[in-house]
């Protein structure tokens, strides 16, 4: 289950890699409401490819931890070899240290607080770069 979505004249553009269909789908509309545009992958390395492809337009990128193939950890990795400044949500079920992961702004806990995942968006796109 891979696709790209675009809400049209949305100011900044997230990147949301999960395998969790549901996930995908109830963040999806949850950043749209709130007018970001949205890019969709099922899978890290699909995610990656989008990555590469639309790197220059992605403000953010959500990322599950635990996915088969290509893990959440594997895709920071590579992400922030090709561009170290990228700003990077981790979404997991599992407690997890901020500190093991170098170049990861925040960490959303499972189950997702629609409110609290806003939140940490917001709070996240409006840093400065690293």
């Known amino acids: 289950m891979d696709e790209t979505k675009s809400a049209s004249a949305a100011a900044e553009t997230i990147l949301v890699i999960d395998d969790d269909p549901?996930?995908?789908?109830?963040?999806?509309l949850m950043l749209q409401k709130h007018g970001f545009s949205t890019l969709l992958a099922g899978d890290g390395q699909t995610g990656l490819?989008?990555?590469?492809e639309n790197s220059a337009t992605i403000d953010l990128i959500l990322v599950d931890m635990l996915m088969p193939g290509m893990n959440g950890k594997k895709v920071i990795e590579e992400v922030l070899r090709l561009h170290p400044d990228c700003k990077i949500i981790l979404l997991t079920g599992y407690a997890t240290d901020l500190e093991e992961l170098d170049g990861v702004r925040d960490i959303i806990q499972k189950p997702i607080s629609l409110d609290r995942l806003h939140q940490q968006i917001r709070q996240v796109l409006d840093l400065p770069p690293q």
Not at 49 to 52: L, P, S
């Open 22 to 28: 549901m996930i995908l789908n109830l963040v999806d």
């Open 49 to 52: 490819e989008i990555f590469k």
